[in-house]
């Protein structure tokens, strides 16, 4: 599709674009909104530049791709309580979001989309990774493909093979973002088909992390963890990659049902600051 409102640039092979020129006040039912989708179909990750970005600007922007949704694992801001802020101070050595992983598929209904947007960047580091796991899943094998198709992984909100500890050890660690319910994250479990199908492309993808998926279902996990880390590490491979680079005022949109995405933790002493939005409840088939 040709993009006329906008000025869209592929920042990687498999995914990824910057958008410039897309005015996200715009409040009509304009062409704009159409293309923006359109390009979060066409590249799963887009970062647009440029915008001034209030609260109330946050949800009706996310509101164009979903549903709010609440993120369990952190306070919401005052008279916003979907918007979670994630920030990582100068003397901070933790940081939110840096296994990769796709957002909170551990719920029923995980996010199709996450919105990010950035109000203080690192001057050099705290770029985003992302991989396409879509392309991913097309690069298998005929037999590994036949193999996992039908399997159902288990996901865990627990953390519990995450380096440092389980979540309440990380959320210790990270100490001064609005964390909670560290006690009740084993609890936050769903079962996802590994092999999802997109409802609007029809693209299968691989739907699996280390970090969230904790066995097949029917497995234990001794037996599951081989495969999980091998569909992990095969997602993760460089040319499945783009990397995002922030600036305030940047709002990034990915689709969690065909990404995983890792936030690179290497900027100590310097600060981030971050507003984040999930939308679009959607039971993955
Ligand atoms: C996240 O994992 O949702 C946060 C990513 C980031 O801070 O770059």
Known sequence: MAYETMDVRPTAGALGAEIYGANLKDRDDSRMWIELRQ????YHVIAIRGQDMSLEDMMRVGGKFGEPCYYPFAKGMDGYPYITEVIKEKDQRENFGSDWHTDTMYLQKPPRATLLYALETPARGGDTLYVNTAAAYDALSAGMKKLIEGLVGVASGGLKHKKGGPRAAHHDRIGNMALQNADKADGFEARHPIVRTHPDTGRKSLYVS??????????T???????IDFLNDHCIEPEFSCRVRWEPGQLTIWDNRT???NAINDYHGYRRQMRRLTVGPEVPA
Do not use: M, N, V, Y
């Open 210 to 219: 280390s970090l969230h998926t904790i066995r097949f279902d029917g497995f």
């Open 221 to 227: 996990e001794e037996e599951s963890k081989p495969l």
């Open 39 to 42: 390009a979060f179909l066409e």
């Open 259 to 261: 990404t995983l995405h």
